[in-house]
Structure formats: structure tokens, C-alpha cells
């Protein structure tokens, strides 16, 4: 079966999720999933669950935890780019030994656009992804070009949040 690449953009709500749930299906069917989380080092709960399962493995982090990109210094940046740089490695050198059937990049448009991701290895991914393999890649504003690599393309859009009206972030609802 040829894998196909899934790209969930957008403002709204859901990309992480409509992502997680692909990866939680492909598990099921007895595959392995790598997911790799960009900018993302706090405490979510899916990890928990994620944990329980055995074919799912997950990378993520960032330097200088609980800090914005916007509030890093040039070394904490290059450390960040750092550390989501060796993550793909690690997973595509997994997908090599045929350990990942799916891999997920979670944020990893706002990665690329942010430049804490090798544009060059990202893109050769996407250019070159193996046939077998399912990418499911998330972010906000993918870049134009990101976009025509896709076979699956949904954006999600928002149209009312509650975040808007003050309410925060739930733990087991948005985090």
C-alpha cells in the first residue's frame, strides 16, 4: 500500500487531534507511529495515553522550556533547531529500518516558517518520502509550495473559540 501525505492547517481547533486520531488508528491496525512534536515541551495529556501504547513512539522538545521562540535568545533558538532537527533524523532513520509506518509532525509547518527546522531535510522529506510511508504534517500558515506536496490538504478554520472570551486552555479539553 502507498502512503500518502496529510497536511492539517489553520487557525481552529484540531489539527493535533484529527492527527493523533490517524496515528491512534494506524496503531490499531498493528503499524508503528512516530510522532515528532514541534515546540511543544509542556505537560499534555495525550502523552499519557500515547505511553500505554506500544507501537507509538514520541519525540519532541524545545529548548529553554515554557519559553516563547519570540523570547529565546540566538542560542536557545539554535538549540531548539537543534534538538527538532535530531528528532527527524532519529525518525526517519526508524522509517529506514522499517520500525515507522506513519509519522506525524506535529507543528512542524510553524517550524519550518519560524526557521527551527533544516528547511533542506524537511523538504527532501516531502519530496522524496518514501512510498510506503503515511506523513501527516500539522501548523498554522503552511507556505504555498508546502501545500502542492500534500494528497490530503484540510484547513481548519476557526470560527469561534472560547479562548477569544477569556476562557483558558482545559487540561483533557485543549491540552
Not at 484529527?18 to 490499531?28: I, N, Q, S, T, Y
Not at 522550556?65 to 533547531?81: I, N, P, R, S, Y
Not at 532519529?90 to 509532525?105: F, H, P, R, S, T
Not at 508546502?146 to 472570551?165: F, I, N, Q, R, S
Request: hydrophobic fraction near 40%; aromatic fraction near 6%; include cysteine.
Amino acid at each position: 500500500m502507498a502512503g500518502l501525505t496529510h497536511m492539517y492547517y489553520g487557525n481552529g481547533k484540531g489539527k493535533t487531534t484529527a492527527a493523533l486520531g490517524l496515528a491512534l488508528r494506524a496503531a490499531g491496525s498493528g503499524q508503528n507511529v512516530v510522532i515528532i512534536q514541534f515546540l511543544k515541551d509542556w505537560n499534555v495529556s495525550e502523552l499519557k495515553s500515547l505511553e500505554l501504547i506500544p507501537n507509538i513512539q514520541v519525540f519532541r522538545g524545545k529548548a529553554s522550556g515554557g519559553t516563547f521562540l519570540k523570547d529565546m535568545t540566538q542560542e536557545q533558538l539554535a538549540d531548539t533547531k537543534s534538538i527538532h532537527d535530531d528528532n527527524l533524523k532519529n525518525a526517519l532513520e526508524l522509517q529506514a529500518k522499517g520500525e515507522c509506518d506513519m509519522l506525524v509532525l506535529d507543528e512542524a509547518i510553524d517550524a519550518y516558517r519560524l526557521d527551527v527546522l533544516d528547511k533542506e531535510l524537511f523538504e527532501n522529506l516531502l519530496d522524496n518520502k518514501p512510498s510506503e510511508l503515511e506523513l501527516v504534517i500539522t501548523g498554522h500558515r503552511p507556505p504555498r509550495n508546502l501545500l502542492g506536496k500534500a494528497d490530503y490538504v484540510t484547513e481548519m478554520v476557526k470560527h469561534k473559540h472560547p479562548y477569544d472570551e477569556g476562557v483558558k486552555a482545559r487540561r483533557g479539553v485543549e491540552f
